[in-house]
């Protein structure tokens, strides 16, 4: 008896206080849609899940290709350092650059963490853009210390008369990899700051999440790196 009476109250109280603690927490409409911004905002750790996603599947390709070619004895011993740059090239073309125009801005990578690369007011990119961007980001700036290790190798070996040349070409390939490199992380983490390769066409990353807004005055107009801009339809 008393295990009733005391469940019973315990019910009660419960059901009348719950309107009174209701009114002090969110709404499950109003979770949801903090739930579904978050999801459209491009935060920095998507966009490098999604590198390191396309860079680790074209690295895996290039060292298996290069493995088979290596036992298959299509590719001599003394010309890997520089076959591995061009086998690299090719698979970036492949499942990089031609990925993305085919796919309207999306790579393996991005297509895995739900973002699109863009231009403008996310507009999409034409053709020279995706290769501009992927041919400057994976062809020049990824492979520079391997092209300047390569270099210094070859430093050993030259003649008097390019040893000044040799000098100052890896002095610029230094700089020009430390640069991009400082744009780089500084536009994963500083909103509106493009790498000199974007900036002409501020290319950025658009959540591809679909989003369904509540209010039916408001609605959402782009999805930017991080930041989400809304428009009322009726002004």
């Known amino acids: 008896v008393d295990d009733l009476i005391n469940n019973t109250l315990g019910g009660g109280l419960g059901y009348m206080l719950t309107p009174l603690i209701s009114w002090f927490l969110p709404s499950r409409s109003t979770l949801d849609e903090t739930s579904m911004l978050k999801g459209r ?10 590198f390191f996603i396309d860079f680790i599947i074209v690295a895996l ?23 591995i740059l061009y086998i690299y090239a090719t698979f970036t073309v492949l499942f990089i650059i031609i990925f993305s125009i085919i796919f309207k801005g999306k790579t393996l990578g991005k297509a895995l963490v739900k973002i699109r690369l863009v231009s403008g007011e996310s507009t999409l990119l034409k053709w020279y853009q995706h290769i501009i961007h992927y041919v400057v980001l994976y062809l020049c700036i990824l492979p520079m210390p391997y092209i300047i290790f390569l270099n210094l190798l070859d430093y050993f070996d030259i003649t008097t008369s390019s040893f000044s040349i040799s000098i100052l070409l890896i002095a610029l390939m230094i700089v020009f990899y430390i640069v991009s490199l400082v744009q780089c992380v500084r536009s994963l983490f500083v909103k509106e700051h493009y790498a000199w390769y974007d900036k002409h066409w501020k290319l950025h990353n658009i959540s591809t999440i679909p989003y369904e807004e509540t209010d039916d005055n408001v609605e959402i107009e782009g999805v930017h790196d991080g930041c989400i801009k809304k428009t009322n339809p009726n002004t």
Request: one cysteine or more; hydrophobic letters at 50%; aromatic letters at 10%.
């Open 61 to 83: 390709a290039s060292a298996i290709t290069l493995f088979i070619g290596y036992i298959m004895n299509f590719i001599d011993a003394s010309s890997i350092s520089t076959n």
């Open 41 to 50: 905002q491009v935060s920095s750790l998507r966009r490098i899940c999604a």
